[in-house]
Nanobody
Framework: QVQLVESGGGLVQAGGSLRLSCAAS????????MAWFRQAPGKEREFVSV????????YYADSVRGRFTISRDNAKNSVYLQMNSLKPEDTAVYYC?????????????????WGQGTQVTVSS
């Protein structure tokens, strides 16, 4: 069955870095658009970044552009999120998501599969 398993979250001081990973299985990873979303306590889940099926196109939320980098390795069925210059407002549960249409999508409702999330906490 389809599985998305995130890892790499943790507690970091402001200004620090983390690298999130998402390991995918149970579907043809190389044809899917992959994205990262996050959800802070009491807030709606929000778009962070998306990458096209071949890695040729990437997009970022304004709040993370220039600090976060999304990448993928289709040979390893994995997508990554390198997060630098972290801020306390980046604190959230981060989710990996997959969209089978292969289109670039920014809304939660377009994604077919989701991971369980990994907690990122940035202390000030």
């Amino acid at each position: 069955q389809v599985q998305l398993v995130e890892s790499g979250g943790g507690l970091v001081q402001a200004g620090g870095s983390l690298r999130l990973s998402c390991a995918a299985s149970g579907f043809t990873f190389s044809t899917f658009t992959m994205a990262w979303f996050r959800q802070a306590p009491g807030k709606e889940r929000e778009f962070v970044s998306v990458i096209s099926w071949n890695g040729g196109r990437t997009y970022y939320a304004d709040s993370v552009r220039g600090r976060f980098t999304i990448s993928r390795d289709n040979a390893k069925n994995s997508v990554y999120l390198q997060m630098n210059s972290l801020k306390p407002e980046d604190t959230a549960v981060y989710y990996c998501a997959a969209d089978e249409t292969g289109r670039i999508q920014f809304g939660v409702r377009f994604y077919d599969y989701w991971g369980q999330g990994t907690q990122v906490t940035v202390s000030s």
